[in-house]
Each structure stands twice: as structure tokens, then as C-alpha cells.
């Protein structure tokens, strides 16, 4: 079986051998490295090239958001879940417009963590429970405020199908294979989900899907 292999970043100690134990008791995880600060995070994944890199959102030297910024930039195969303090909207947004794939709150590290680590390495995204939980709520809230109408009805079901599949992670390329249909096809559409929805780019469509439901 091949192990999914993984670069814990988190400049304290105690917090790492505490996701160290819960991986290591996984026998499709392997732990290939830590580090204790952004920089050091950053060069560990250039030279070991994990499949998977979970960072604090708050490190010296270097910043969770500036380090999964790096690193996807040089490796996009290499999958990074940022861990926070902040369920709020906007860091989630930051951390998706550097690159994240998963988005967990430290107090639910311990839960969410392994499931994270499996669904980001197929490719998937993953948010705690309670981040989409308050983005949902928030979304709601602005939605009773405006007195706007959800604009998901105006999608069509094909729409709905490839929101789905972007906001997973997939290229377009990617979801033209899955569909069947052309890549100038699956552009076209992705262009008419951004206005029906009024997103801008695939970070915000991510938040958007989350917000949703539509994916966890």
C-alpha cells in the first residue's frame, strides 16, 4: 500500500508531537518531515515533495498563507491544509487564494485532521465542520439582510454539476473528461457560474460551494 506522505509545519512543538501520534497510528499515513517555522516549511516541501503539507496559520518567519503560497506556486501537486484559530470568512479566503486545499480549526484537528489529510491527497477539499457551519450561517444572515434571492436557482443542473467539480479542485480539463463535453465547453460554463453567482475566481467559488453545502 502506498502511504500518503506528509510535512507537518507548526512552530509549537507540543502541537505537532500531538498530530505526529494521530497520524502515525494511520497505516496508510507517513510523517517525512516537521518544521518549526514557515521558511523551513517551505524549503522541507521543496526538497521532500509531500503529498500532502499541514501548516499553522501562525508561524515565525514566515506566515501558514505566505508558505502555502510557496509552495503550491512551485509544487500545485502538493495538497496543503492550513490549520487556525479563525473560523471567519476571511482567513478561510486567504488561505484559499494561496493554495489551500483544507481549512481546519485547531480545536478540531484531532477529529477532522486524518480525514482531511485523505480527502485533500484524492484531490478533494475539506473545511471543519464548524468553519462551513459558520460560513453557512453568515451566508444566510447577508442573504435575510439584502433580502436577495439565493441566485443557486438560476444555475442550470449542468451548472450545478461543474460548480461541484471546480470547487472540488478538479482543471478543466479534468471535468471535461468526467462530462464528456469539451474544455470550451466546460470554460463557457464556468464563465456563466462567475456571473449568475457573482464570484470572482476559484477561491471564491470554493467559499461559495462551502457556504452551500456542496462540498464539505
Do not use: C, W
Request: charged share 25%; aromatic share 4%; proline share 3%.
Amino acid at each position: 500500500m502506498k502511504k500518503i506522505r506528509i510535512l507537518l509545519a507548526d512552530d509549537h512543538q507540543l502541537m505537532r508531537s500531538g498530530l505526529r501520534l494521530l497520524i502515525e497510528q494511520q497505516p496508510d499515513l507517513a510523517i517525512v518531515g516537521e518544521a518549526g517555522d514557515g521558511r523551513e516549511a517551505v524549503a522541507l516541501a521543496n526538497s521532500l515533495r509531500p503529498d500532502v503539507a499541514v501548516m499553522d496559520i501562525s508561524m515565525p518567519n514566515l506566515n501558514g498563507i505566505e508558505a502555502a503560497h510557496q509552495i503550491t506556486q512551485g509544487h500545485a501537486e502538493i495538497a496543503v491544509i492550513v490549520l487556525s484559530m479563525h473560523p471567519d470568512e476571511s482567513y478561510v479566503l486567504r488561505a484559499l487564494k494561496a493554495g489551500a486545499k483544507g481549512y481546519l480549526l485547531k480545536d478540531s484537528a484531532e477529529s477532522d485532521l486524518i480525514a482531511a489529510v485523505r480527502a485533500v491527497a484524492r484531490g478533494k477539499s475539506f473545511f471543519s465542520p464548524a468553519v462551513s457551519k459558520v460560513l453557512l450561517d453568515d451566508y444566510i444572515r447577508k442573504l435575510k439582510r439584502s433580502g436577495a434571492e439565493d441566485a443557486y436557482d438560476l444555475l442550470t443542473p449542468r451548472e450545478r454539476e461543474i460548480l461541484q467539480l471546480v470547487a472540488e479542485g478538479k482543471s478543466n480539463k479534468e471535468v471535461a473528461n468526467l462530462l464528456n463535453l469539451s474544455v470550451y465547453t466546460v470554460e463557457t460554463h464556468r464563465s456563466n457560474i462567475m456571473q449568475k453567482l457573482n464570484l470572482k475566481g476559484v477561491p471564491e467559488l470554493t467559499l461559495y460551494a462551502v457556504r452551500k453545502g456542496i462540498i464539505s
